[in-house]
């Protein structure tokens, strides 16, 4: 364990990535030193040729993602199989919404059917728990699988490579969302006024509240939403994404003309989607999230890089 500055960090790990070449098309694999486990990365048009990799003919768990760019959420579908390119290649035909797919094997096939229920069901409780950034494609929830709890302890040691090895090769982040840790003498909750004539009794504009975490940016509960929208943001890249929390009951009327209050958490991976949210409009959130003392979330995260 190094110490920097006073602070306990974890050492680094090395991710061996292995790009194959024009035979496979550019489909990658991914270790980690000192892992068992071995990830397959590729995309739809790999589908075909993974089938001849013997490697895959056997117990994994696999995500199915979609890349459109214009989604908000990343669609996600999790899985397992015995044999996990057969798998592939049967949602190849049978869904077509996805782009990309990752599977996870052991090198040393010491995986059996019962440990990738388990990783299925892990990952799928995980993902379900970020439901503003995850839209989840399973139809139903995992079975799971019961094991000895020593394979358990082994299993959640294999889950963390996994959660590792998905955010750090820039994939999708699975960790617990947290709000980050910062100095406790600073105030670091983000306001944002709404227009001028949402005011409350005291004549102070009303707000919305924001915080940093370890997946972007969380809109908190109790924040004043702008019920009003301006024609101009129907157009917007952001608009589709204020309509679905309002859709998804996130906003309820509150006391004030004009306004909603969150009534849940919102989790954003920018912050200028928080404040178009809160606002009805497209918004500078980078400019217009300040903290108490004025200072825009900008220029706190400009001298607070960690």
Request: charged share 30%; aromatic share 10%; with cysteine.
């Amino acid at each position: 364990m190094q110490i920097i500055k006073g602070c306990k960090i974890k050492r680094g790990q090395t991710i061996k990535l292995y790009i194959y070449g024009d035979n496979l098309k550019n489909l990658k694999t991914a270790e980690l030193s000192n892992w068992s486990g071995k990830a397959y990365i590729g995309e739809r048009r790999h589908s075909k040729l993974i089938q001849d990799i013997e490697e895959l003919k056997s117990p994994g768990v696999y995500l199915l993602l979609s890349r459109d760019l214009n989604e908000f959420q990343i669609a996600l579908y999790i899985g397992e199989a015995d044999e996990v390119n057969k798998r592939i290649s049967d949602h190849f035909r049978g869904k077509d919404w996805w782009t990309d797919f990752v599977i996870f094997i052991s090198k040393d096939t010491n995986l059996t059917k019962s440990h990738v229920r388990y990783l299925e069901k892990e990952l799928y409780s995980i993902a379900n728990e970020k439901t503003t950034l995850i839209d989840l494609k399973n139809n139903s929830n995992p079975t799971g699988s019961k094991l000895p709890l020593s394979e358990i302890d082994d299993m959640d040691e294999f889950l963390e490579k996994i959660i590792f090895m998905l955010k750090n090769l820039g994939i999708i982040n699975l960790e617990k969302i947290e709000v980050k840790e910062v100095d406790s003498d600073v105030d670091t909750i983000f306001y944002l006024d709404l227009t001028k004539d949402r005011i409350d009794e005291k004549n102070n504009t009303l707000q919305a509240k924001l915080r940093i975490t370890n997946d972007g940016y969380r809109l908190l509960k109790g924040s004043f939403i702008e019920k009003n929208e301006r024609p101009s943001f129907k157009k917007h890249i952001y608009y589709p994404l204020r309509k679905q929390f309002e859709n998804k009951e996130y906003m309820q009327d509150s006391e004030y003309e004009g306004c909603f209050i969150l009534i849940k958490d919102i989790d954003v991976r920018s912050p200028s989607a928080a404040a178009s949210i809160a606002k009805n409009r497209a918004t500078n959130g980078p400019k217009e999230w300040k903290l108490k003392d004025g200072t825009t979330l900008d220029e706190y995260q400009l001298n607070n890089q960690s």
